[in-house]
């Protein structure tokens, strides 16, 4: 069974620019959660998304965005982006909600470097 | 094929108990690895982590064990208390590819009263 896909792996953008990434779930999860991953820092939960709706949000401005496809694969949209938000982007995929103790496969994440 | 094994996807402990989780990997080139604790509808929090070149790492009731001829790692918990029940993850880093993790699926430790 294929794992948990995030494309790009490597992403450089600017100050202000947009970004897109991607997360392909294994096959038969419906949710995805995304999380950013900081140096010296755990990871922070960024939103999760069940049958298409957003179910949990984390502590991010709104520049942060998602949406989940039919297919339960998911996009991570980043607007006007900041040097802040180079990170290490982790997409993971579980049965059912998160909040449910499914257990969670995550992917290796995009790394996005903002100059 | 999963680089980072959890094989016990639930454990339960009684209250004041000693709490172990396990994690098995098996790309010899992980040279860091972290623990996380993710309770319901958070995102996972960092608890500790230890060096390849140590074997052992101690953070008041939290002591992270690793083996690395083994490639086994282990988190004690000292003793267990009920706010401990969460899911734990267990995380390696192969750094010489620039902090790329790879996470194992989570063991949901119960710590009962």
């Known amino acids: 069974k294929a794992g948990v896909t995030q494309t790009p792996r490597y992403l450089i953008k600017t100050r202000g620019q947009q970004v897109t990434l991607s997360c392909s779930p294994i096959s038969g999860h419906r949710s995805v959660s995304w999380y950013q991953q900081t140096p010296g820092q755990g990871l922070q939960f960024l939103f999760e998304y069940f049958s298409e709706t957003q179910r949990n949000k984390g502590n991010f401005p709104g520049r942060f965005s998602g949406r989940q496809f039919s297919n339960s694969r998911s996009e991570m949209n980043v607007s006007t982006l900041e040097l802040g938000d180079s990170a290490l982007y982790l997409c993971?995929?579980?049965?059912?909600?998160?909040?449910?103790?499914?257990?969670?496969?995550f992917g290796p994440g995009t790394r996005l470097t903002v100059l | 094929d999963q680089q980072v094994k959890q094989n016990s996807p639930s454990l339960r402990v009684q209250e004041g108990r000693i709490s172990i989780l396990n994690c098995d990997y098996t790309?010899?080139?992980?040279?860091?690895f972290l623990w996380y604790k993710k309770y319901p509808a958070e995102g996972p929090t960092f608890l500790i982590s230890i060096s390849s070149i140590k074997d052992k790492n101690e953070d008041g009731r939290f002591t992270v064990f690793l083996n690395k001829s083994a490639k086994h790692l282990s988190l004690h918990i000292v003793p267990s208390q009920p706010g401990d029940s969460a899911v734990y993850f267990c995380?390696?880093?192969?750094?010489?590819?620039?902090?790329?993790?790879?996470f194992g699926p989570g063991t949901r430790l119960s710590v009962l009263p």
């Open positions: 995380a390696a880093i192969d750094d010489n590819y620039g902090q790329n993790f790879v």
């Open positions: 993971a995929s579980s049965l059912g909600l998160s909040s449910s103790y499914n257990e969670q496969f």
């Open positions: 790309n010899s080139m992980f040279d860091y």
